[in-house]
């Protein structure tokens, strides 16, 4: 489910439709959750739609770390590419965290080389931090791009409205990912997040071990 502050658009020729904030919105806001009426398919499931159908899901579905293919039943489906994105996946909880303040009328957009895109494809972003081409290759470096940025954002959960919280399946609430924080350590945040800790050794492993990154 997309935030509610939020509306569909025309963007451009080029681009077609997207998605824009309607009021500002404030680091740390969950931006996209998954939700109980999004539609999930396994890769098997996908092959035996027809083709009119298989083309259109995989247009505007994703597939997760869990080897998932998620339809969203409203306009998230409809976000855009950024090279420069307002908001990140959180890994492993099919949510979307915004990592710097969206302002009312700007396009809310992720970084697709973050989900498990199937082949590359050419960007037309048009942000100066434009990489042209878009690569699967790229995920886990791109994760390691934007890591201190969701960490921040993670750990202003607590401050900031969270119209999404009560219908996300698979994220905390700010309550849970505050739980048992204590300022010595996350000396930069007043109420630092447990959650965004865990998340922070967990990535910090992962780009110690032998990831093909390019």
């Not at 957009?109 to 050419?122: H, I, K, L, M």
């Not at 960490?151 to 969270?162: I, R, T």
């Not at 905390?172 to 109420?191: D, F, I, K, S, V």
């Amino acid at each position: 489910m997309i935030h509610p502050d939020t509306k569909l658009v025309a963007i451009n020729d080029a681009t077609g439709s997207g998605i824009v904030a309607t009021a500002d919105i404030s680091k740390g806001t969950i931006t996209w959750c998954r939700d109980a009426l999004d539609i999930v398919l396994t890769p098997q499931s996908t092959e035996s739609l027809p083709e009119v159908l298989y083309n259109d899901f995989l247009k505007y579905a994703y597939r997760n770390d869990q080897d998932l293919y998620i339809l969203n039943w409203d306009n998230g489906r409809y976000q855009n590419h950024s090279c420069d994105p307002t908001s990140c996946l959180v890994r492993d909880y099919d949510c979307e965290i915004a990592i710097r303040d969206i302002h009312a009328g700007e396009q809310i957009t992720s970084d697709y080389a973050t989900y498990n895109v199937g082949a590359e494809f050419e960007c037309g972003c048009g942000s100066p931090k434009c990489r042209n081409i878009i690569d699967p290759r790229d995920k886990e470096q791109r994760w390691l791009d934007l890591q201190p940025k969701v960490f921040d954002a993670l750990e202003l959960m607590n401050n900031v409205p969270q119209p999404l919280s009560s219908v996300a399946l698979n994220f905390p609430t700010p309550e849970q990912a505050l739980m048992g924080a204590t300022q010595e350590q996350c000396p930069n945040h007043n109420r630092p997040s447990s959650f965004a800790r865990r998340l922070r050794a967990r990535w910090d492993a992962l780009a110690e071990s032998k990831w093909p990154l390019r």
